[in-house]
């Protein structure tokens, strides 16, 4: 039982409470007047606060030497655009990006073709044993523009792949793999320039070289992936495969079709059987990497068949029984549901593939698609394949959306011969950016020369499905351009390559980065329908503030 004082606390608590505040409140009335009367304590609570106020002081300057003096060491400082030039030479098609000196921003690969190379480094053409002009690769600071290395590595290259991993013994964690026109192939260790290997190829003369360079599995059980060269003398294509981590050939070549073209691609099916395709004429050829790798050795691959694709297959010539029709322009892995798909762009129509059964998902047939589609979010986590209907004036970007085909946005940009190809990068919201190059004022544009066009350069968010932001034009020819993320879940910037048009006539090569955000605040905003919401500083500060998702 409780007792009644108990009782009344509970029913009146604030009562109780209140008469004890009272309490309290006179009780320290009476300390404050006897603290008043008594100096040393006064004296006493002068110190206590200047010992707060100092400890407040040094807190809050730890704070401002963390914050603003101590430089952040996690967060690499990306310097603004830069530019190399190199007179007298020319360029390949060709960038790659890699971070080359570990300072966690993506560096950038290049090659040039020049007598002696710019800088202070001492090998020239002859040191490498090629007589001048000979090809240079190039690595420059992604952050500064500075020059990493530079190398002579090819009289004149006919195919270049970097990032190709190497055994973990040889120094190196990646190579690029250069092959001359004129039969030699070295590898060169992508963070300092060394000759890793270097072997002359095997080809006969006259034999000219199919990119790209494809890695397939590893066959010599060297813990890397090896290389897969095809290449095409008269009408017969030939499959040369080579050890990833010396150059050494694994085996003798072997013939894989007729009529076969650039644009091989390695296709992984359902059951897990790699296969190599290329287009020829109007079908696809095809082989197992299994079936090559025990054609050219007489060994037994651990690599798979998939019985699917040997039933499609013709053992002859190799040439998969398809329904579509009209020359094959471009093949592409795409990813799909369970497995990848191909997609196959033919003079007639754009199709998807299914990835094990080959029968055609969707075909669209109402466009001219004569550049390599990219793929994009134009909806959140949807792929989209981008294609260009027709070239010149009557250009045509369309957004198809890759599960159905169904057109999702279409726009009217006119091309100039020599744009590069349009490149997209994802975003942080789950779509894509999208970067395209072409000519937006029709006004005068037949009137033009094509080499005295400014090449300008859009960029398109399907956030904003009515605006198209002029990032920056150019009139020089531009050999090679790419958009990549330079900093993990940072800046996008753009590369840009330019250089003569052709290897005859040496001219002004160069290399420079623009950051797509910086580019955005300075660009022009086109609207593609009348009104809009916005001002175009609004639209431009919206676009400013996108974050970008690397591709992984
Ligand atoms: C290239 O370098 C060599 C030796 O360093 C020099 O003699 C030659 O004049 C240079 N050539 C050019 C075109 O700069
Ligand atoms: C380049 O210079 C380094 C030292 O500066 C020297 O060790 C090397 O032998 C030189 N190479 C050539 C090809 O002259
Ligand atoms: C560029 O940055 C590197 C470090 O990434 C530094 O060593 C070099 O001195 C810088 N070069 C210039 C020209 O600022
Ligand atoms: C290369 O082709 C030319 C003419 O087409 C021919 O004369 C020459 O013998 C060929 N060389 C080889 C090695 O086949
Ligand atoms: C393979 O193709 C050749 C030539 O087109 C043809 O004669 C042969 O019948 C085909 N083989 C099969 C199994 O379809
Ligand atoms: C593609 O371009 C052709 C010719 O300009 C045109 O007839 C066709 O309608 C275009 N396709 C689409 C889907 O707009
Ligand atoms: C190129 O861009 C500049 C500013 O970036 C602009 O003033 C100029 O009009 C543009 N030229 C063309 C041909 O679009």
Redesign the pocket.
Known sequence: MMDSKDLEAEIHPLKNEDGKLQENLENQTKKEESLKSSPLQSRLSRCRTAAFFLSLFICLLGVFVISFIIPCPDQPASQGPWRINYDTAVTYDFLATEDINRDRVQDVLFLYKNTNSSNNFNRSCASEGFSSPCTFVAAVSGANGSILWERPAAQDVALVECAIPQPRDSGASSACILMGRLGSFIAVNSFTGETLWNHPSSFGGNASILSPLLQVPDLDADGTPDLLVLTQKEKEVNGYIYSGSTGHQIGHQDSLCEDGTSGSLLFVTRAGAHYILLPCASSLCGQSVKGLYEKVTGRDSQLRRDPYWEDMLNTTTHKLLLHSSGGIRYLMNVPGKGGEHLLLVSSEACVLLDGQELAPIWTFSAAQVLRKPILGHYTPDTLAVVIENGTGIDRQMLFLDLNTGVVLWIQALPGLPGDPQSASLPTADHRSAFFFWGLH?LVGANQMEPREA?H?LYMFHPTLPNVLL?L??ISANIVAFQVALFEPGRHAACILLTGPAGPDAPGLVSVAKHKVQDLIL?S?VVRLAEGGPDSDQAIRDRLSRLRYRSTA
Do not use: L
């Open positions: 004022e400014h300008s002029e920056a034009n300075s022009r």
